[in-house]
């Protein structure tokens, strides 16, 4: 099943002031956000990626380009000869589609529409989300359906406190946003190519297609409360680097699989640094 990644949006959030990076190309541990995302995709067998590209491309296609294996696979050295000992994208399937720089999200999915026509059904992500989702669960539910479209649910992550008030403005009870029967857009989609015809040009995936869908009933949800995070912000890509390193990486089911997915040495005849 074909995964299209929305990764050509600026970021402002994510700024530090010194970068230009897109936001999907900051790092947690050795590797960029989007390769997260694709290595989760991956892990259950999705492999053929068509990413949408916009402002920072050339930082996306250049680490795709110059990609180096060896920043997170076990690898031998012999001979001036690199051995891997394990491969993350050898079998990947990459189209690079510059979708344009100010594109609204529905706008970049109308723009590489010819790369998923003829599919049953497709997936797509911001490129920026992690979560341990389950994923053959949400897309089998989907494919049970006669829904157009499906979309991850979470529980809200906003720390605030909510408060029920009464006539007199006494307090009754305070609970956080995650305790309330609220829900909101996890980023991860399962999409039938039927949603073409409910987004127009220049239109938002969400707030055009989806809604759209929700009127008429076809817009499935699937509910999600284990680990999901975002890295909208420095601070959330920060907590992400801290789970990162302290070995909390439940998004990094590929991890939990390793000795299942191994694979045999490859020599590759890769020149070595002097």
């Known amino acids: 099943m074909k995964v299209v990644?929305?990764?050509?949006?600026?970021?402002?959030?994510?700024?530090?002031?010194?970068?230009?990076?897109?936001?999907?190309?900051?790092t947690v541990g050795p590797r960029p956000l989007i390769w997260h995302v694709m290595r989760y995709y991956a892990h259950f067998g999705h492999t053929d990626f068509v990413?949408?590209?916009?402002?920072?491309?050339e930082h996306v296609k250049d680490y795709f380009l110059h990609y180096s294996e060896t920043a997170s696979n076990d690898f031998r050295l012999r001979g001036g000869r690199i051995e891997m000992l394990g491969s993350d994208i050898q079998d990947w399937t990459i189209t690079f589609v510059h979708t344009g720089l100010d594109s609204a999200i529905g706008e970049r999915l109308r723009r590489v529409r010819e790369h998923v026509e003829g599919e049953e059904m497709f997936l797509a992500n911001y490129a920026d989300v992690l979560t341990d989702l389950p994923l053959a669960d949400m897309i089998d539910r989907f494919?049970?359906?006669?829904a157009v479209g499906a979309l991850l649910a979470v529980p809200p992550q906003s720390a605030f406190h909510c408060v029920d008030l009464g006539d007199d403005d006494r307090i009754s009870a305070i609970s956080t946003l995650q305790q309330?029967?609220?829900?909101?857009?996890?980023?991860?989609?399962?999409?039938?190519p039927e949603v073409f015809d409910y987004l127009p040009p220049?239109?938002?995936?969400?707030?055009?297609?989806?809604?759209?869908?929700?009127r008429e009933g076809r817009m499935l949800a699937h509910r999600h409360r284990g680990f999901w995070q975002p890295a909208d912000t420095v601070k959330e890509r920060n907590a992400l680097e801290i789970a990162y390193q302290t070995g909390h990486r439940p998004w990094m089911l590929w991890e939990h699989h390793a000795a299942e997915e191994a694979l045999p040495p490859v020599a590759l005849a890769v020149p070595v640094p002097r």
Request: aromatic residues 10%; charged residues 20%; proline residues 5%.
């Open 180 to 192: 309330l029967p609220l829900w909101e857009n996890g980023g991860y989609f399962v999409l039938r």
């Open 51 to 57: 990413l949408c590209l916009g402002y920072g491309a």
């Open 143 to 146: 494919k049970a359906s006669e």
């Open 5 to 26: 990644l929305f990764c050509g949006g600026y970021g402002m959030r994510m700024r530090d002031g010194t970068s230009d990076l897109p936001k999907p190309m900051h």
């Open 202 to 214: 220049g239109g938002d995936l969400v707030a055009d297609a989806c809604a759209a869908l929700a």
